[in-house]
Structures are given as C-alpha cells and as structure tokens.
C-alpha cells in the first residue's frame, strides 16, 4: 500500500533534493574556478612566450649587429694595411726608379701585377665569408621561426582542447539541470496524482 505524502515526507524529499543542488553547485563553481586558473596559467605561458621571443629576437639583433660591425672592422683593417703595403712598395719603387731607371720599370708592372692578384684573391675569400655568416645566420633565423611557430600551434591546440571540455561542461550542466527539473516535475505529478 503506498504510503501518503505527509508534510514530514515532503519536507525530507525537499531538504534532499536542496541537498543534492548545494553538491551540484559546489562543484559548478569548483569546475568554474579550475577553469579560471587554467585559463590564467596559459595566459601567463602566451605571455612568457611572448617575452621569449621578443629577447632571441633582440640577441639575434645583437649578434647580426656584432658579425657587421667586426667584418666591417676586418674589412678596413685589411684595407688599411693594403693601402700601407701599397704605400711603402710605391715608395721603395719610385727611389729604385730614380736610381736604376728603365729596369726598375719592369719590376713595378710586375709587383703591380701580384698586388692585384692578393686583392682579388683576398676579396674573394672576404665574400665566401661573408656568404657563408649570412647563410649561417639565415638558417638560425629560420629555426627560431619554425620552433615559434610550433609553439604557437602547441596553445592553439591547449586553447582548442579548453574550448571542448567548456563546451562538455556546459552540456552536462544542461543535463543536470533537465534532469533536475524532471525529477521536480515528477514529484510534483506525484504529489498531485496521491492527493486525488
């Protein structure tokens, strides 16, 4: 035989179903503030990130301005030096011209000859260099990219995957609610289907 509903019933199926809405709250809002802390923590790596970026790019700066600076001093070093070579050569010759005359004009087309074969040897080598620092620092820029890049995909897949267990949350709270309100609405059809 089915017992009535009394008011003492009730008020138990009441203060259990309230119950059961605290613990669902409580862990509503538990969900909520791990979802703010993990959304905090992921700002501070994209800002981490950031900054990380921002200092290899001023080193990498640094270090193309360090390898210009020290090829130009090169570069004018061995251009002073040359031009002291050239200026003491020039000297020595023009007294040797003065003193042996015609033969000595024989030396000099030869001297001026392997002169300008040293420079042409010495610019060559000069460019290989360079070429070779430039490729050099080509290939680390386009690392540094590339590894950017995959760290940009990496929080874009973190904040992707964020997204989803959002939206699951949000339809498991749906069902919660829907579930609740059924279980209300029966109660209720209960309640009124015992009093007829």
Do not use: C, P, Y
């Not at 203060?15 to 538990?30: K, L, N, P, S, T």
């Not at 007294?95 to 000099?108: H, N, S, T, Y």
Request: hydrophobic share 40%; glycine share 10%; charged share 30%.
């Amino acid at each position: 035989m089915r017992q009535s509903w009394t008011d003492d019933r009730l008020d138990d199926l009441s203060h259990r179903m309230d119950e059961r809405f605290d613990q669902v709250e409580g862990q509503i809002a538990d969900t909520r503030m791990e979802m703010r802390t993990t959304a905090n923590s992921l700002r501070s790596e994209v800002q981490e990130l950031r900054g990380e970026l921002k200092t290899t790019g001023k080193e990498l700066r640094g270090e193309i301005a360090g390898v210009e600076t020290g090829l130009r001093k090169e570069i004018t070093g061995v251009e002073t030096g040359l031009r002291q070579e050239i200026a003491g050569v020039e000297t020595r010759l023009r007294q040797e011209m003065v003193d042996m005359g015609a033969g000595l004009r024989q030396e000099i087309a030869g001297v001026e000859t392997r002169l300008r074969q040293e420079m042409v040897d010495m610019g060559a080598g000069l460019r290989q260099e360079i070429a070779g620092v430039e490729a050099r620092l080509r290939t680390q820029v386009n690392e540094q990219r590339a590894e950017t890049w995959e760290q940009f995909d990496r929080v874009h897949e973190d904040m992707r995957q964020l997204n989803v267990a959002i939206l699951g949350l949000h339809q498991t709270m749906t069902r919660i609610a829907w579930s609740a309100a059924i279980a209300v609405f029966a109660g209720v059809i209960g309640v009124l289907l015992t009093n007829l």
